[in-house]
C-alpha cells in the first residue's frame, strides 16, 4: 500500500462519519486548546510580576538594618528597626567599584494637607540619585537637586495618587499637575512647596510608588525624623547584572567594617538582592503555572481516551469491512496502519484547530480581560508532541485489534 | 489442460475441546481447469464454507495439498497467503461488502491499492472492470448505499475482476438476491466465462443456482458425492430493466 493511497483510505475514513469525527476530535481540540491557554496566562502573569520587580529599578541591591538589639540580651525588635546605617554609610557605598549610584532614604507615614484636603501617606526623604535607582521619572516640574539636598531645602516632589488626593476639587476630580506645582503644603505641620509630579507606574497596595511624596533627605531628616543620624534604607545600582554578587559581598564586608562587627551572622543589616526578589516570585508563578498546565493535560487524557473509545467502537463497527480488505489482500501492516493512521489524523488535525483555539483564547482574555498572556512556541510544539503522542498510544491497541481479526470470523461478522 | 485448482486429499479439522477434534473435510480430491465454470453443492453442514475459505486461501488444510495456478498454498503464512488472494484471487460474497458512503468506482478500484498500482491505472483497470460486468457508467459515481441490492453484486464481481485473478471464488453470490436478480447476477457469471474465458467456482446449495454451471461438484458431510458435468445447463436471462 502506498502512502499517498493510505492518506486517501484515512481520509475517506474520517470523512464517510463527520459528525462522530468531529465529536471525537473537539475532545482534543479543548484539551490542546486549555493546555496552550492556561500555560499562555502563567508564564503571561510571570512576566508581568518579574517586569513590575524590574520597574522598581534595574541591578538593584537594597540594603536594609538589621534587628535593633540591646547590649547583653538577646531581645529582638524586630527587622528593620534598627537605626545603625548611617548617611556616610552611603557615602562609602557609593565608592565601591562597580557601583552605578546609591541613594540613602528615610521614610515615613506622615500627614499631609493642602487646604481642606489631607491624606496618610508616604513621605520618602532622598537623594536626586534615587530618581535614577528606582526607576522614576518626573512628568511635570522637575525634581530637587543635590543643592536642595545639602540645603536642607523645604520642597516637594509627589506621586499621581496624592496628587489627586490633596488638589482635587469638587468640580475636578483628577486635577492636572500644574495644578499642584508652586502650591504650598503641609507634612507634618511643616511647610513644603510642591516643585513636581513623578509619572503614574501603577501597582498596587502600600508599594505603590505613586502614593509617595519625596523630599530632600536632609529636610526629611530635620523636620519629620528630627534626627540626622540614621536613614532607613540605601538602595544601591550596579553597573551590570554579572556584578550584583560581586558588589553585594563587598558592600557587606565594608559595612561589616565600618559597624565594627567581626561575626557576619551577627550582622546588623541586611542586603536583599531584587533578583533573589525576582527568581522566588518565578518560582511561585512557576508553580501556579504547572498547576494550571495539569489540569488542562488531564483534560487532554480524556480527550485521548475518548478517541480510544471511538476507534475501538469504528474497528467493531467496521469487522466486515476489515475481513474485505483482508480478503482482498490487506496485510496485517496495512490494517494496523490504516488505523493507526486514523487516529493519528483526528489528533494532529485536533491538535492544530486546538493550538488555535488556545492562542484565540489567549488574544482574547489579554484583549477583554486584560490578563496578560503570552504564548510560546514551546508550549506550541509541547502540545503537538502530546496529541502526536496520543493518536498513536490511544490509536495502537483498536489498530492491532483490527489487525489480528480472522478475515473468516471477521467476514461472518453479523 | 492447465489446472487452476489441484486439491490432493484436503482435510481439515478443528479442535473444540473434546478429546476427538472435529474433522470438517475428509479427503477432498478434485481440481478444475483454466475456463471451466464450476458449481459446488451441498447442504449447510456439508463442509462446503469450509472447503470455500481453503480454496480462497483464506484458511489452510489440516493436510493435503492445494495448488493454486501451480503455486502450493498449503503451509503458507498469513501474509504470504494474503499475496495469493491479492494476486490470484477474486471474492463475490453473497453480502456484498462494499464500502458504505463510497462511490462504485472507488469499491472497485479497492483491491489494486493493496497491489501498489497508481492512481490513473486503478481508474483505468476499475472502468474496463465495471464494463466487463455490465455496469452502466451513469451510475459509476453513485454511492454504494444508493444502488440496489443486484448493482451492488455487480460492483462487487467487477471488483473481483480488478486483479485479473486466476479465479472468481463466488459464495452464493445470489443468496441475498430475488430469482430476477439473482438471474442477472448469474447471467453475468456465464457472460465472464464465455466470453472473457474466467475461471469460476460457485458455492451454492440451491439446485437452480448450480445449474447454471458447467460441471457441479455435490458435497456431504465433509466428502465428494459427486463430480460431473452439468447435463441441462440452465442459460440465465438477463433482464435489462434492473433499477441502478
Known amino acids: 500500500m502506498k502512502f499517498n493511497d493510505l492518506i486517501e483510505e484515512v481520509y475517506n475514513a474520517i470523512t464517510v462519519n463527520k459528525v462522530r469525527s468531529g465529536l471525537t476530535m473537539l475532545g482534543i481540540v479543548i484539551g490542546i486548546a486549555s493546555v496552550i491557554a492556561m500555560v499562555a496566562i502563567g508564564q503571561g502573569t510571570q512576566a508581568t510580576v518579574q517586569a513590575n520587580i524590574q520597574s522598581l529599578g534595574a541591578n538593584l541591591l537594597m540594603v536594609m538594618p538589621g534587628a535593633a538589639r540591646s547590649f547583653g540580651t538577646s531581645v529582638s525588635a524586630g527587622f528593620g528597626s534598627a537605626e545603625t546605617l548611617t548617611p556616610d554609610d552611603a557615602t562609602a557605598l557609593a565608592a565601591l567599584p562597580n557601583v552605578a549610584a546609591v541613594a540613602p532614604e528615610i521614610s515615613g507615614r506622615y500627614q499631609a494637607v493642602y487646604g481642606s484636603e489631607n491624606t496618610n501617606t508616604t513621605v520618602m526623604g532622598t537623594v536626586p540619585a534615587y ?3 528606582r526607576n522614576v521619572q518626573v512628568d511635570q516640574g522637575s525634581f530637587f537637586t543635590a543643592t536642595d539636598v545639602t540645603n536642607s531645602n523645604r520642597v516637594a516632589v509627589i506621586g499621581p495618587n496624592v496628587l489627586s488626593e490633596l488638589f482635587a476639587t469638587p468640580t475636578n476630580a483628577s486635577p492636572t499637575p500644574d495644578m499642584a506645582i508652586g502650591k504650598n503644603i503641609l507634612i507634618k505641620g511643616n511647610i513644603f512647596t510642591v516643585i513636581g509630579v513623578t509619572v503614574a507606574k501603577g501597582g498596587s497596595g502600600f508599594a505603590s510608588q505613586d502614593n509617595n511624596i519625596y523630599v530632600p533627605l536632609t529636610a526629611a531628616q530635620h523636620y519629620l525624623v528630627g534626627s540626622m543620624g540614621y536613614v532607613s534604607e540605601i538602595d544601591i545600582e550596579v553597573q551590570a547584572e554579572q556584578a550584583m554578587s560581586t558588589v553585594e559581598q563587598a558592600a557587606t564586608s565594608l559595612l561589616l567594617e565600618r559597624h565594627g562587627i567581626s561575626d557576619p551572622t551577627q550582622a546588623d543589616f541586611n542586603i536583599v538582592n531584587q533578583a533573589d526578589i525576582v527568581s522566588a516570585v518565578s518560582a511561585t508563578t512557576g508553580t501556579f503555572t504547572t498547576l494550571l498546565a495539569s489540569i488542562a493535560a488531564i483534560s487532554l487524557l480524556v480527550g485521548g481516551i475518548g478517541i480510544m473509545n471511538m476507534m475501538l467502537t469504528t474497528v467493531t463497527e467496521r469487522t466486515r469491512e476489515i475481513g474485505l480488505r483482508k480478503a482482498i489482500g490487506a496485510k496485517e501492516r496495512d490494517i494496523t496502519l490504516q488505523f493507526l493512521g486514523e487516529s493519528l489524523a483526528l489528533t494532529f488535525s485536533g491538535g492544530v484547530l486546538g493550538v488555535l483555539l488556545g492562542w484565540g483564547i489567549a488574544l482574547g482574555m489579554a484583549y477583554f480581560a486584560s ?14 508532541g502530546v496529541s502526536a503522542l496520543i493518536g498513536i498510544a490511544f490509536g495502537y491497541y483498536p489498530a492491532r485489534r483490527a489487525a489480528k481479526m480472522n478475515p473468516i470470523e471477521a467476514l461472518r461478522y453479523e | 489442460m492447465e489446472k487452476i485448482i489441484d486439491c490432493r486429499n484436503i482435510t481439515k479439522s478443528y479442535a473444540n475441546g473434546s478429546v476427538e477434534p472435529t474433522q470438517v473435510l475428509k479427503g477432498i480430491t478434485f481440481s478444475v481447469a483454466r475456463g471451466e465454470f464450476v ?3 451441498g447442504p449447510s453442514g456439508s463442509g462446503k464454507s469450509t472447503l470455500m475459505h481453503i480454496l480462497g486461501a483464506l484458511d489452510t488444510p489440516t493436510s493435503g495439498d492445494y495448488f493454486l495456478d501451480g503455486k502450493n498454498v498449503a503451509g503458507l503464512s498469513e501474509d504470504e497467503l494474503a499475496d495469493v488472494r491479492m494476486e490470484k484471487i477474486g471474492f463475490v460474497f453473497q453480502s456484498f461488502n462494499l ?41 459509476w459515481q453513485y454511492h454504494s448505499n444508493q444502488i440496489s441490492g443486484g448493482m451492488m453484486q455487480r460492483v462487487a464481481i467487477a471488483r473481483s475482476l480488478v486483479n485479473d485473478p486466476a479465479m472468481i471464488l463466488a459464495d452464493e453470490p445470489t443468496g441475498n438476491l430475488d430469482s430476477k436478480t439473482g438471474d442477472v447476477v448469474l447471467h453475468t457469471f456465464q457472460a465472464l466465462n464465455a466470453d472473457h474465458g474466467k475461471t469460476i467456482v460457485l458455492i451454492t446449495h440451491e439446485q437452480y443456482v448450480a445449474e447454471h454451471a458447467d460441471r457441479i461438484i455435490h458435497i456431504l458431510d465433509g466428502n465428494i458425492v459427486k463430480d460431473e458435468k452439468n447435463p441441462h445447463k440452465l442459460v440465465a436471462r438477463n433482464e435489462k430493466n434492473i433499477a441502478p
Open chain 1, 131 to 133: 530618581l535614577q535607582v
Open chain 1, 371 to 384: 490578563t496578560a498572556t503570552q504564548v510560546s512556541l514551546g508550549s506550541v510544539i509541547l502540545a503537538f
Open chain 2, 39 to 41: 458449481a459446488i453443492m
Open chain 2, 99 to 139: 464500502l458504505p458512503r463510497t462511490t462504485v468506482l472507488r469499491n472497485v478500484a479497492l483491491p489494486l491499492i493493496y497491489a501498489g498500482i497508481s492512481k490513473e491505472q486503478r481508474v483505468k483497470i476499475a472502468e474496463k472492470a465495471l464494463r466487463d460486468s455490465a455496469f452502466p457508467e451513469a451510475a
